[in-house]
């Protein structure tokens, strides 16, 4: 049985998502605060073995909050107990299930299968913290006044008492078919588990627990168990016997060593008081020896071990999560009625972690499951599926485009809520694929956080790349909202790749501002580069992507499609989450450069000896210095960034760095919490 989808209402910023699930891992990434850790929470407090983490105001979203004034206010004009039942706010979550692999073998699963349709393989369960039947009165017991300042310090208590957690299991093909199912019977058909974000193991004060110790104790625990493997059984029934071998010395001579310290308590000489004949008895299991005295070391040569805190913690973090699995593993097949689906949640796997290893756990994941399956299993398939939610770019980029889940902030100015957007859907048409590609092998290669910044900049080549920390430092001095202050990701693409990622920028909703050339080019020349005065077409394939209204002159009275792309507006190079920013002239009527390098030095003349005062001259000479630098630009860049750094930024790129700077996207946020 796979999780297809679940769908959340009301968890903190989670207030209406659809999160589709992959067959094997999905990968949750995006900015902090996004909603990724009340993901988790919500599984974790919904299948909770003991039902007994309870939800508290605080974890409704900000809106649903309102309904509770709503629905009082309802109360308060006498409507019905169904609707003013209708306007209590639940915080739900609703699983639909496939069990294609489970047809003959429902098991618990038939609990939840209530349509009569045989060709349906789809189950819909729902669970909702709502409020218990009947409490209404009791919910706004004393309570008129919506306004009432107290009003949110009342139902906060109340909410704790009043609500209760719900199973029900929906037909799929009638929504208004319906049955309860207890909650035993949703933890006997999917098990959820978790490897927490913190996991202790920067810990190495002596006090500490050795915690691969404690995961230990944990797997001989299930091994012990009669529903366990009978190889498990085995190994842990020897270990009970040769711990059973100690407790008969135990109840022999060490005991009869222990009454000797034992005083009598005649010697005491109270009167009355009659000698219980006290005795000892010390009672050794092996369970509580490997909880208690049992450590994990590391051998070294010469018989020496080190204690499990002496490894790097990057080593000890991703042995902590194979020990981790290793235990879920052996507890899923040491319950007495195994699971038909199997969560677990992995926070931040890649504390600790250099890159290389991040990229190969991603990647090695779900194998490690079916090695456990075939190796310990008899070949009977672990029904896992793993969510993982990460901040590594390492991780992010080496995962499949298919597993990957962007979690975003929306803001509309007053409240804010989470947006999951799958990759996997925003590039499923073919001709998206050349997009798509592009992009999997660029992340891949690169690294790039584009999934974590809040804003980015796309730039040409290695000498806007070397010179774009100048370029903020310098244009910082000169705003409000420090562009350094941001968290800002850069990437080096090329005019001629840059349209590749417009569709992916917009999926991301991340304001980005693409810098890019001109290069103009002379059609009636063979299409050979030329100064932008005498260029009538661009060689700018991001440039003619970006403006898709440019029209091909017919007659000698039209724009040039150089002359259409110079002519457009500052309005114009804005596209929603995105601009461009390309040469323009430094003055009314001034001359433009082709290129970075020479629109610099027109910037900067006196810094390059251009001396002429002609439009056309100074355009000229900027030109050809520009064109002597082909195998030199990296030099030049480092010249100008950590030499000489007293010059001006050219006029395209400060319009650009000064858009960009300005607040995020109405629609996203930074500053909300997670919850």
Same mark, same amino acid.
């Given at each position: ?14 207030k209406?998502i ?43 979203s ?13 109360k308060?004009?006498? /409507? ?33 299968i209530?349509?009569?349709?045989? $060709? ?13 039947d009947?409490? *209404? ?20 208590e109340? !909410? ?5 957690? $719900?199973?029900t ?9 319906? !049955?309860k ?8 058909? *999917? ?21 691969l ?23 842990s ?21 222990l ?12 009167p ?9 008895k ?6 509580? !020896? ?63 972690l250099?890159p ?35 901040h ?46 592009? *992009? ?37 001095? $000169?705003? /409000?909202?420090k ?38 080019i ?34 000698d ?28 002239? $430094? ?30 001259? !100074?355009?000229? /000479? ?10 030199k630009k ?13 010059w ?28």
């Open positions: 049985m796979k999780i297809k989808n679940a769908r959340i209402n009301n968890f903190r910023l989670l209406n659809d999160l589709s699930f992959n067959d094997k891992s999905t990968v949750i990434v995006g900015r902090n605060n996004s909603g990724k850790t009340s993901l988790t929470e919500i599984f974790r407090r919904f299948f909770s073995e003991s039902n007994s983490q309870k939800f508290k105001l605080e974890d409704f900000i809106s649903a909050i309102e309904k509770f004034r709503k629905a009082l206010t309802n308060s004009a006498d /409507e019905g107990e169904d609707t003013i039942r209708d306007l209590f706010p639940k915080i739900e979550l609703q699983l639909l299930v496939d069990y294609d692999d489970n047809k003959f073998d429902y098991g618990v699963l038939s609990e939840f209530i349509d009569l349709e045989e $060709e349906n393989t789809e189950a819909i369960i729902n669970i909702s913290y709502q409020l218990k009947g409490k *209404i009165k009791a919910f706004f017991y004393d309570l008129d006044d919506p306004k009432n300042p107290e009003f949110l310090n009342i139902i906060r109340r !909410i704790v008492k009043l609500y209760t957690t $719900e199973i299991a929906i037909d799929p093909t009638d929504n208004t078919n319906i !049955i199912v207890d909650h035993s019977k949703l933890l006997e058909l *999917i098990g959820v588990d978790f490897i927490n974000a913190q996991r202790g193991l920067d810990d190495v004060t002596q006090s500490e627990r050795d915690v110790g404690k995961v230990l104790s944990s797997i001989f625990k299930n091994a012990s168990n009669e529903n366990a493997s009978e190889d498990m059984k085995q190994k029934k020897s270990l009970n016997e040769e711990v059973d071998k100690i407790q008969n010395f135990i109840d022999t001579d060490l005991k009869e060593k009454d000797e310290f034992l005083p009598t308590l005649s010697m005491f000489g109270y009355g008081l009659s000698d219980p004949n006290l005795t000892t010390t009672t050794f299991n092996a369970e509580t !020896i490997v909880e208690s005295n049992t450590k994990i070391l590391y051998k070294k040569s010469e018989g020496i071990t080190l204690p499990e805190t002496y490894n790097g913690l990057g080593s000890r973090n991703l042995i902590f999560i194979l020990f981790k699995l290793f235990e879920y593993f052996r507890k899923y097949q040491s319950n007495p009625i195994l699971v038909k689906n199997h969560l677990i949640f992995i926070e931040e796997p890649e504390a600790h250099h290389q290893m991040q990229e190969v756990f991603i990647s090695k994941l779900y194998s490690i499951a079916e090695t456990f399956s075939n190796d310990l299993n008899k070949g009977v398939k672990w029904p896992v599926q793993f969510v993982v939610s990460t590594s770019t390492h991780i992010a980029n080496e995962a499949d485009f298919d597993t990957i889940r962007y979690f975003l902030t929306k803001n509309d100015g007053i409240l804010a809520e989470t947006e999951i957007k799958d990759l996997k859907e925003a590039f499923k048409t073919e001709e998206d694929n050349d997009d798509k590609d592009f *992009i999997y092998k660029y992340l891949t290669l690169t690294k790039s956080d584009l999934f974590f910044s809040d804003k980015a900049i796309l730039i040409e080549g290695a000498t806007e790349r070397i010179l774009m920390p100048s370029f903020i430092k310098k244009i910082d001095s $000169e705003l /409000e909202k562009l350094s202050s941001q968290y800002l990701t850069i990437l080096e693409v090329g005019g001629a790749y840059a349209h590749h990622f417009y569709k992916f920028l917009d999926f991301l909703n991340l304001k980005t501002l693409i810098i890019t050339d001109l290069d103009a002379d059609t009636n020349n063979n299409r050979t580069a030329c100064l932008v005065s005498k260029g009538n077409e661009t060689s700018n394939t991001g440039l003619k992507k970006w403006f898709s209204d440019l029209q091909e002159p017919v007659s009275g039209d724009d040039s499609i150089l002359s259409q792309i110079q002519l457009k507006t500052f309005e114009e190079k804005e596209l929603e989450a995105r601009r461009i920013s390309y040469q323009i002239p $430094e003055g009314e009527h001034g001359p433009c450069g082709r290129s970075f390098e020479d629109a610099f030095m027109i910037t900067n003349k006196a810094l390059f000896g251009i001396t002429q005062n002609e439009k056309s001259a !100074i355009e000229k /000479e900027a030109y050809e210095q520009a064109e002597k630098l082909k195998n990296a030099n030049f860049a480092l010249e100008y960034a950590l030499e000489k750094t007293d001006n930024i050219p006029l395209y790129i400060k319009e650009g760095l000064t858009w960009l700077s300005k607040n995020v996207l109405t629609n996203q946020t930074t500053e909300e919490n997670d919850n």
